[in-house]
């Protein structure tokens, strides 16, 4: 009589998911199917994922970009690719790869375009690499697709020595801009090391009595940063906002003016992101990670991010 073999269990993925909007405690762990890549995607296993501050907005539902829960989060990874869908060319299972992507990425394994993607600098480890791709990808977006800084430019970056800011202080300066920086005083070693010309302390008074004739200022931070940073741009600045949600100021004030105004939201793009690796590579920009710290204790980096008080970038490590 024939005995019957087990079926083999098909291959699983852990996350990190929410069912409810809330505090980090909403952050749990679940297990499902190993998603399969369409056509046009990759499978990567993921080695390292960025805690970006729009995880903890989206987390608490103040900024609901991905609708009602369940939803896992995560946008910036670096990993390895596992399998290949249909059409895909120039990657291969076994690559090295990093992307910011839409969602998903608290997890062992993620699908996404592989257009997305880009080769892994063999210089970074994945949790550098990890913590690049938003922060320099809304930098690049910012300072060069929309204001178009180069030597002469005098820059004003608010929150610089966040995730954001410490990368658009040194895209900056890379372009030859001459550098104001706002942070705590006991950041201004920090952004000093990164290239900021003139460090502002925005706790030690009104930083709009001491930087004058910006030509282009990047707020990281909204509230009522917007309208006061137009008193700092010269005639026909700029005020580039990268804040999701409310700005602070309507397009039509800043206009009234006689300044601009733009809104940065940040695309993926491998394309852009290959380019931005060589940054990484030689060293031009040095990605600063605060804390990298083991993927399930994924509500504790969302505290460490909520302080508000980390320089650079917060990163989860997926296990092995």
């Known amino acids: 009589m024939a005995t019957e073999r ?3 269990q098909a291959p699983r993925a852990q996350k990190m998911t929410q069912r409810r909007f809330g505090g980090p405690e909403v952050l749990e762990p679940a297990e499902g199917p190993r998603p399969a890549p369409a056509p046009g995607e990759i499978l990567l296993r993921v080695h390292a994922v960025a805690v970006n501050p729009v995880d903890l907005q989206i987390r608490s539902g103040r900024a609901p970009l991905y609708g009602q829960p369940p939803f896992t989060l995560g946008c910036d990874v670096s990993g390895t690719v596992e399998a290949l869908g249909d059409g895909v060319t120039g990657l291969r299972p076994g690559d090295e790869v990093f992307a910011r992507i839409d969602s998903g990425g608290y997890a062992t394994h993620v699908t996404a375009p592989a257009a997305h993607f880009a080769p892994k600098p063999a210089s970074l480890d994945h949790i ?4 690049a791709p938003t922060a ?7 300072l060069i697709d929309i204001a178009g800084v180069g030597p002469g430019t005098r820059v004003l970056i608010h929150a610089a020595a966040g995730g954001v800011g410490h990368a658009a202080v040194q ?4 372009e030859g801009a001459y550098v104001v920086a706002t942070a705590r005083a006991d950041r201004h070693d920090f952004l000093r090391y990164l290239g900021a010309d003139e460090p502002v302390d925005y706790t030690a008074g009104d930083f709009t009595e001491a930087v004058h004739d910006i030509d282009a200022a990047l707020d990281l931070i909204g509230g009522d940063y917007g309208p006061r940073t137009l008193n700092t741009l010269r005639p026909g600045g700029l005020l580039i906002t990268a804040v999701p949600g409310d700005p602070g100021l309507a397009p039509e004030e800043v206009e009234a003016r ?3 105004f733009a809104a940065v939201e940040t695309r993926p793009s491998g394309e852009r992101l290959a380019r931005i690796a060589a940054l990484l590579a030689n060293g031009r920009i040095r990605i600063h990670v605060e804390a990298a710290l083991p993927f ?10 909520e302080a508000g008080r980390a320089k650079g970038r917060l990163v989860l490590v997926l296990p092995e």
């Open 171 to 174: 895209l900056a300066k890379a």
């Open 296 to 305: 399930a204790e994924a509500a504790k980096a969302h505290e460490l991010g």
């Open 258 to 260: 006689g300044m601009r």
């Open 128 to 131: 550098h690499a990890a913590a």
């Open 6 to 8: 087990p079926h083999a």
């Open 136 to 142: 320099v990808l809304t930098a690049w977006q910012a």
